[in-house]
């Protein structure tokens, strides 16, 4: 196997883990603000609030990854060295 066919797989390796963990992130927080809404219906506003500004937080972190699979994917350091 080459340089480049490494650099596809740790994009492809960077990209997945990243989406799985941001979809098991969101789905545990989405199971506990439905928790938390039942126990207390009148706190239900602010805690959306809170659920969606971390759902952001935890795409964002996601697709910082993407940005640094893309970087690698097509502006590869790796390559030009050999």
Request: net charge positive; hydrophobic share 75%.
């Given at each position: 196997m080459t340089d480049v066919s490494f650099v596809a797989l740790a994009c492809g390796l960077i990209i997945g883990l990243?989406?799985?963990g941001a979809c098991i992130g969101i789905a545990l927080m989405g199971g506990k603000y439905l928790e938390?809404?039942?126990?207390q219906p009148e706190l239900m506003n602010t805690l959306q609030t809170k659920m969606f500004l971390l759902a952001g937080l935890i795409d964002a972190a996601f697709l910082i990854g993407v940005g640094?699979?893309?970087l690698f994917a097509f502006a590869n350091p790796f390559v030009?060295?050999?």
């Open positions: 990243g989406a799985i938390a809404s039942a126990r640094i699979a893309m030009a060295a050999v």
